[in-house]
């Protein structure tokens, strides 16, 4: 099974022979008006357009039977928050050959000129039903972690969701909050929104979302200051005591 990466309006280097070698080729419909353009006669006669992810692991299992040689199209690097893991997880590396594309977050990150090296990365794509290590409510205690996060979403949990949490709990002065979408695709748009703004808006799929949070709160170190917790004058622990039954609760 080849996993061939999509970006920008071309396929991941080792595609070519990939395609030909195999005898069915998959791709999403969103991906599909893009890509029939870079295959021959011969090559889209072989495709299979899904339209959920869960039909192409039902046509990959069926061509696994039959021992048949695959191709499976989709977009930017599969390993990145995307189709890879349950493809590995699955079938196995020694039948998954995976051939990657510049990601959509190289892509946006670039385009905004921001380096991500320093980035925490997380995804709600996937639907409630699909497990998942955050949920939107961690957003905030991420931010006061890590300062910069970037978000994967989907069409539940998109920019304007994310932004209708976030307003009422992080300060709109503290936070940029930067959105790409459909980055290497038609319609691509890049723009900085006030959380108020984001959450009254549509954005077309798919997207990104950066979080850079300034405000307070922000960890540097074990534990916060006095100053960075709201309490009424006087009625708070002394940082020594804090700092001594935290170490004891020996929290995750």
């Known amino acids: 099974m080849y996993v061939i990466g999509f970006s ?22 969103n991906l599909l008006p893009a ?12 495709l299979f357009p899904y339209r959920r992810f869960s039909e192409a692991l039902t046509l990959l299992e069926a061509a696994k039977k039959q021992e048949l040689c695959l191709a499976f199209i989709v977009s930017g690097d599969p390993l ?18 995976i051939l990657p594309a510049v990601s959509f977050p190289q892509l946006a ?3 905004f000129k921001l380096p991500w090296e320093d980035f925490f990365f997380l995804s709600l794509h996937g639907g409630d039903k ?19 996060v970037c ?23 503290d936070l940029r909050f930067l959105v790409a979408e459909r980055v290497g695709l038609s319609g691509e748009r890049l ?7 984001a959450e009254r808006k549509t954005f077309a799929s798919p997207n990104l979302v950066l979080l850079i949070y300034q405000g307070p709160g922000l960890v540097r170190g074990f534990g916060l200051s ?25 929290l995750p």
Do not use: C, M, N
């Open 151 to 173: 978000v994967f979403t989907d069409k539940d949990h998109g920019p304007r969701e994310i932004a209708a949490y976030l307003a009422p709990r992080v300060p709109e002065e």
């Open 109 to 111: 990150f670039s385009r």
């Open 191 to 197: 723009r900085e929104w006030k959380l108020r703004e």
């Open 35 to 46: 890509v029939s353009k870079l295959l021959s006669p011969s090559e889209e006669k072989k």
């Open 80 to 97: 990145l928050f995307g189709a890879g893991r349950v493809l590995l997880e699955r079938f196995g590396p020694g039948v998954v050959e």
């Open 8 to 29: 920008q309006g071309t396929l991941a280097p080792g595609a070519k022979e990939a395609l030909s070698a195999a005898s069915q080729i998959l791709v999403s419909e």
């Open 226 to 250: 006095s100053t960075e917790i709201l309490h009424p004058r006087g009625l708070i622990t002394k940082d020594e005591v804090r700092a001594v039954v935290l170490h004891r609760l020996r």
């Open 130 to 148: 699909t497990p998942r290590k955050f949920a939107l409510s961690d957003l905030p205690g991420l931010l006061r972690r890590h300062g910069k």
